[in-house]
């Protein structure tokens, strides 16, 4: 699988791709989160009226919360965020004619997707049995197990 075709469907069959799915996912919200916050700030140091422009604060910072939420494995903010997102596009769309660039979207709507195929195929596999060492006592190990080889044909 080349690394095209590995975004644009990654394999979530393993824990670790279900992370990085979900990793990427986490990362492509807090990206719309600050481009958001962003916007809105510019629009409303240009006219500092409160009106309609508080509610881009409230979008941005609801796409933060929706952003940890996935970083947290939850299903249901992968949904949402989906959901949300596509809704928010379509809305966009038909009430001022235009809703953007048609690539931006399809990518984030993709990245958005591999979140929720993430999020439900990590819930999927079962939890870490409980005596299994973690990474850094595996390295330990292997460190210790050559510095006794290096001992033992020293003696020798």
Same mark, same amino acid.
């Given at each position: =699988?080349? $690394?095209?075709?590995?975004?644009?469907?990654?394999?979530?069959?393993?824990?670790?791709?279900?992370?990085?799915?979900?990793?990427?996912?986490?990362?492509? =919200? =807090? %990206?719309?989160?600050?481009?958001?916050?962003?916007?809105?700030?510019?629009?409303?140091?240009?006219?500092?009226? +409160?009106?309609?422009?508080?509610?881009?604060?409230?979008?941005?910072? %609801?796409?933060? !919360?929706?952003?940890? !939420?996935?970083?947290?494995?939850?299903?249901?903010?992968?949904?949402?965020?989906?959901?949300?997102?596509?809704?928010?596009?379509?809305?966009?769309?038909?009430?001022?004619?235009?809703? !953007?660039? /048609?690539?931006?979207?399809? $990518?984030?709507?993709?990245? $958005?997707?591999?979140?929720?195929?993430?999020? %439900?195929?990590?819930?999927?596999?079962?939890?870490?049995?409980?005596?299994?060492?973690? /990474?850094?006592?595996?390295?330990?190990?292997?460190?210790?197990?050559?510095?006794? +080889?290096?001992?033992?044909?020293?003696?020798?």
């Amino acid at each position: =699988m080349t $690394l095209l075709q590995s975004w644009f469907w990654p394999d979530v069959s393993s824990r670790k791709n279900a992370l990085a799915a979900i990793n990427e996912t986490f990362w492509v =919200m =807090m %990206f719309l989160a600050a481009l958001t916050a962003v916007f809105t700030f510019i629009d409303f140091a240009q006219n500092w009226q +409160a009106d309609d422009q508080l509610w881009g604060f409230v979008s941005a910072a %609801f796409l933060g !919360g929706i952003a940890f !939420g996935i970083r947290q494995k939850s299903r249901t903010a992968a949904v949402a965020g989906f959901a949300l997102y596509v809704a928010g596009r379509i809305w966009s769309w038909i009430g001022t004619g235009h809703g !953007g660039s /048609i690539v931006l979207f399809v $990518l984030v709507a993709l990245a $958005l997707w591999h979140g929720i195929r993430g999020t %439900f195929a990590f819930h999927r596999f079962g939890p870490i049995a409980a005596g299994t060492p973690s /990474i850094e006592d595996s390295f330990r190990t292997f460190g210790k197990s050559q510095k006794a +080889a290096r001992e033992e044909s020293e003696q020798k």
